[in-house]
């Protein structure tokens, strides 16, 4: 599992290196940043979408990072979980602390985002507290809360897709590191539980399609603006994808490492 996670970590890095150099040094990184805010400034014609976005950054300050991130480290600690309980506390501290050096002393004010590193911290955060059977379903939850975050700051012209995906990518990098340096210790799962992890995150995909679908329904009108804004829809999927890969990627490297040790020992 360590040599995995350094494997996911560095890759995450690697990413994000290659994210700022196509978006600040080359013609066509700052061409597509510009050309995509201006498609998404564009479409605010859609209420219910705005204010859906709008709601989702609402969420993200230094308050719900304190509470949830605190939530997170007690219940560690009441489930018996203390490196992970620090785990999680160094990955939010870590990666947050690490967006907001590279945003004053970069010269880049708003790469990375903020938003989208305590969205996709929170969400690996989740993924170290949660027990081995629960870690996918964790995982594809937090991917789904962080990329809404995420898509919600480029709908809201309040960041560039670059600034968002280095956000995700320095979340990952951190999560992958602390991974490595604090491995988990495998344990037996109770009967039952991964297959209940798995129907459970099933369920939540199946809810995710039908809230996109009850949306197209509601609001024809979204895929016209798909149509019309091609860019901006790949831009958004993208990101969407990045947050999954990154949420879920780790998820699955811990859930597999610690499920193949547990059948070792036993």
Known sequence: MRRALVLYAGACLALFLAVFLFAFHTSRG??????????????????????????LIETISIGSLVLLGGGLFVVA??????????GALIVLGGANATTQLLKHTGGHDLFPSGHATVAMSLALAAVIVAPPSWKLLAGLLGAIYAAGVGVSLVIQAAHNPSDVAAGYLMAGGWAGVVGALLPERPSRPRKGSR???LAIAGLAVLGFAVAVAVAVVEHP????????????????TVLAGLALAVAVGFAAIQAIALRSASTTRS
């Open 30 to 55: 700052a061409r597509w940043d510009a050309e995509i805010l201006r498609a998404a400034t564009a479409g605010r014609d859609i209420p219910t979408v705005q204010s859906a976005s709008e709601g």
């Open 77 to 86: 600690l009441l489930l018996g979980r203390s490196r992970a309980a620090f």
């Open 221 to 236: 009108g979204i895929v016209v603006r798909v149509e019309d804004r091609t860019k901006l829809v790949f831009a958004l």
């Open 195 to 197: 297959r209940a992890g």
